[in-house]
Every structure is written in C-alpha cells, then in structure tokens.
C-alpha cells in the first residue's frame, strides 16, 4: 500500500524536525502528476517522471530514512530503485530536487551532510546551485503611481504567465485557487504577480513583473503585498524560495538563508 501524505509526513518529522513540512505539503510536492512513491514508514522516496514517446525528465523530489533505520543501506536501495524506473521510462538523467512545478526544496540542501555524501558516492554529478532567502515580513512597500495591488479572483496573472512565464503557470493556478495569488495592475493590465504558500506553507513565489515593466517598483509592491498577507497568518519571517535577483530582495532586507547543490545522475 502506498504510504500516504500523513505517514510520510511523520516519517519526514522524524528525520527533518526543523523543516516544518506538513502533510499538506507533502500531499502538494509528492502527490502531484506523474510521482511516484517509493517505500514505507521507515525510508522513502518520491520520484517525479514526465515525458512521452520514449523520452523522459526524472527527480527524485525527496529521499528520507527514519533515524531508527539509518545505515542499513535504505537510501542507497530507493535511489537505485528510482534510476531504475527511471531508466525504464526513457529518461537519460536523473536529477534532485528541482521538480518544477511541485517540489520541495530546489536541490540538495548544504546543511545535509549525509545526503550529499550519499548522492556522491552513487555518482550524482553537481552542475549548479540555487539559495532561498528569508525575509522579515514586516516588510512594505508602496505602489507606484497608477498601480494597484490586489489578490488575485481574475484570471490576469494566469495570463501574464502564460505569455511570459509559463515554466510558473501551474503555480500561479493554484496559488489563486487558494488565495494565495496577488497582482498588480495598471490601468485594467495586469503587469506582475506574486505567490505564497504554494508548494510549502510561508514559502514566497513564484514572482514575476511583465518584463516591459521592471524597474518600476511594481516588485517592491507584490513583496510588500505577500508580506502583509503572511503576516496576517502568523508569519514572522518567509522564505523566498529559488530565488534568481539576489540583489532585488537584499534591498527588501532578505538574506540568503539556505542553499541547495544541484546534481544529476547520468543513467
């Protein structure tokens, strides 16, 4: 029987207890389209897989043993259960974490020492890096003249998506299914958009400005505006999460708080 979110979710607080990840997000991240769950109570993995016609993209979005259960080589069989299938499906890379859109962290955090050591060991190559940043949120900031910041009940930030960012579309779907989607308009246009809480529960974005628009404080506006939002629910401080602009939220007074090694392995 496939282990369901609130199992997994215990297993993870077992073994990540400063992560914070609840059921619900694990039912987001690990129970989307095309995954996989691998395991039991004591160690897991949750492999993502898409493609057709022979060609696939594979992840593992999250590889967890219970402390109880650790050097029994658990990882190591369900990472080579994962290259298998994997493999199966046509896929000629199997890379960690960056699952885009449902993931739950952007790589392999620095921090986990075992997990590295593991991934190395099999044979996972690094090819890159990526930081989350937290961010106090009392954070404001004002609209610019003629903008309008408001959460989102329409369809226009889908709509910028879809023309100029559709890796964020899914996103951006649900985070205003959920209420969790803000936009900013000018004259009726929506020219930006920012998310919380989609995959992880206080975790900002995706966020985005029509490209024609940056500059022009519209981001500052969507930061402020998602700050406000998650204060109201109890949050003190939010992580940015994958962020790109390190300069842009350094401004805003975040600072680089977690980061995640890159890797694949080559099947």
């Known amino acids: 029987m496939k282990l369901a979110p609130d199992g997994l979710a215990r297993l993870v607080s077992a073994a990540l207890p400063d992560e914070g990840l609840t059921p619900a997000d694990l039912e987001t991240c690990c129970y989307g389209p095309d995954t996989e769950i691998l395991g039991d109570g004591d ?3 949750v492999l993502t897989m898409t493609g057709s016609g022979g060609l696939a993209a594979a992840w593992i979005v999250l590889l967890v ?3 109880d259960r650790r050097r029994e080589g658990r990882g190591r069989a369900l990472v080579d259960e994962s290259a298998t299938r994997a493999r199966a499906a046509g896929a000629i890379d199997l890379h960690l974490g960056t699952a885009i859109p449902r993931y739950v962290w952007p ?28 961010i106090p949120t009392s954070f404001r900031a004002g609209s610019p003249s003629g903008i309008v910041v408001e959460r989102e009940d329409g369809g226009g930030a889908a709509s910028l998506a879809s ?14 299914a ?8 000018a004259g009726g246009e929506t020219i930006g958009f920012a998310c919380h809480s989609v995959n992880r529960a206080g975790w900002i974005g995706p966020m985005a400005t029509d490209p024609e628009r940056e500059r022009s404080g519209v981001g500052r506006a969507l930061l402020g505006a998602i700050c406000a939002s998650l204060a109201a629910a109890g949050h003190v401080e939010a992580d940015i999460a994958w962020v790109g602009p390190i300069g842009f939220y350094a401004k805003a007074g975040a600072a680089v708080s977690r980061v995640f090694r890159n890797a694949k392995l080559t099947l």
Do not use: K, Q
Not at 163 to 176: G, I, T
Not at 178 to 185: F, K, L, Q, S
């Open 43 to 45: 160690a897991a993995a």
């Open 65 to 67: 043993v219970h402390p």
């Open 107 to 134: 790589g392999v955090d620095f921090r986990f020492t075992a997990a590295l050591a593991l991934f190395e060991t099999i044979g996972f190559e690094p090819y890159g890096a990526a930081c989350n940043m937290a």
């Open 163 to 176: 023309r100029s960012f559709p890796h964020w579309l899914d996103e951006v779907e649900r985070a205003r």
């Open 178 to 185: 959920a209420g969790t989607c803000y936009a900013a308009r």
